[in-house]
């Protein structure tokens, strides 16, 4: 009785955005080591592939409503709402910066769905909102998209003996 409680109070304290990555962690079986090429039960993925899964099993759940409880399914539907749409128009067709747009593209499965978490406990509802979101988040995703190439390159030199 008192690990229930415990457990109650842990997920009542979570943020949206957090009970969705949640979520979305546990349904599609994605651990921190996770890569789109391994995730279980999809055999060999692209990015863009996992990608599209994930966001499609959103859209699925909000489509039928006998698909995951109540509780589960608003979660999903905030999540199309919002962050969905907005990955939709500005990440996967090119809208954003194009080295945000890279470095977005080439996120972890772990990564991709705290970002769609991140995207909700910001209030982003609309692709407006999520256009401005992308734009304040734009200088970290360029040092990091910049820092991660410098380490490519670092290795390759490395590989190569230079």
């Not at 304290?13 to 009970?19: D, F, V, Y």
């Not at 699925?60 to 969905?84: F, S």
């Not at 772990?110 to 769609?116: A, E, P, R, S």
Request: hydrophobic letters at 35%; aromatic letters at 8%; one cysteine or more.
């Amino acid at each position: 009785m008192t690990l229930m409680a415990t457990e109650t109070k842990t997920a009542t304290s979570k943020t949206l955005g957090q009970q969705l990555a949640d979520e979305l962690r546990r349904q599609f079986r994605i651990g921190t080591r996770t890569r789109w090429s391994t995730m279980r039960g999809f055999g060999r993925l692209s990015p863009e592939d996992g990608r599209e899964i994930v966001l499609a099993g959103i859209d699925t759940c909000i489509e039928d409503p006998d698909c995951l409880p109540a509780d589960v399914r608003e979660l999903y539907r905030l999540a199309w709402r919002g962050p969905v749409c907005s990955w939709r128009h500005h990440v996967e067709t090119g809208r954003a910066d194009l080295s945000q747009t890279l470095y977005l593209r080439d996120l972890s499965p772990w990564q991709f769905i705290k970002v769609l978490g991140d995207m909700l406990d910001a209030n982003v509802t609309n692709t407006g909102e999520g256009e401005r979101w992308l734009e304040a988040r734009r200088d970290q995703d360029r040092a990091a998209w910049r820092k991660a190439e410098d380490a490519r390159q670092a290795r390759w030199n490395r590989v190569l003996g230079r």
